[in-house]
């Protein structure tokens, strides 16, 4: 404060307002600058990575044929594949294959003189895809063995593979087994650097699994052979499953 007396200046300071200011800057400036986190120190570290591989039998079957049809006549083509169409999805159903396991399409192309860049209008090429997905292996067999009657290309005996569901499985148990994996060897590097581990810093995981693939021996036919006669056992054998971690721990 700042008063007159006997025409001169006098000053009184209130020390308490002062403080508490000056304890509130000491504690702004303590949390900005956090003066207890020294620089200096260095966290000792080791990064490992685990590794677990799990063999399980596949239990999805793709199959992915598809039939051509050619004439002169686009119509008569698009008519062809229609009917044929529906002929072999009827079958499909009576043999047990359900409608939320099969995915069509259809398409069509111009066909060339050998390599030159005339188009061949001696006939207009229409194509039908199938997509057909299976969890019953002996369905899958039966599907093969119906579709080697008429004759397509493309991926015509079962293809096995994971499904999600089965893949979900697997993860959880590989997780475990790559975590423990990790940890094992970790442990094993800290003791011969004369160390022990602390507390996990890092972890990032991800499977690495293959896309299994396991064929009953007959993948394309040439439409032109005589393939009614023809049946190939749908033998899945084992796939393996891995899944891979990498962690990153303190050592003490």
């Known amino acids: 404060m700042i008063g007159i007396k006997n025409n001169k200046l006098s000053f009184t300071i209130d020390y308490k307002n002062v403080s508490i200011v000056l304890v509130l800057i000491i504690i702004v400036m303590a949390i900005v600058w956090k003066p207890w986190q020294s620089s200096s120190t260095t966290v000792r570290k080791i990064s490992v990575s685990g590794q677990a591989t799990i063999k399980s039998v596949p239990d999805e079957f793709v199959l992915s044929p598809y039939f051509e049809y050619a004439n002169a006549d686009r119509a008569k083509a698009s008519d062809e594949l229609s009917k044929q169409s529906t002929s072999i999805n009827a079958k499909l159903k009576e043999i047990g294959v359900k409608d939320e396991q099969i995915k069509s399409s259809t398409s069509g192309y111009d066909r060339f003189y050998g390599y030159s860049s005339t188009v061949d209008n001696s006939a207009n090429t229409l194509q039908f895809q199938l997509t057909i997905t ?72 991800g499977n690495s699994y293959g896309t299994p693939i396991a064929y009953s021996g007959l993948s394309t036919l040439d439409s032109k052979a005589d393939t009614s006669a023809v049946s190939v056992p749908v033998q899945t054998g084992q796939d393996d499953f891995s899944y891979v971690v990498s962690v990153e721990y303190e050592l003490k």
């Open 134 to 205: 299976l969890n019953d292996k002996d369905v899958a067999q039966k599907v093969q063995d119906y579709l080697l009657t008429l004759k397509p290309k493309g991926q015509i005996s079962p293809a096995s593979q994971f499904s999600e569901s089965k893949k979900k499985e697997l993860q959880d148990q590989a997780r475990t087994k790559a975590i423990d994996d990790a940890k094992s060897k970790a442990q094993k590097s800290a003791s011969q650097l004369g160390s022990k581990l602390g507390v996990v810093i890092t972890i990032s995981e």
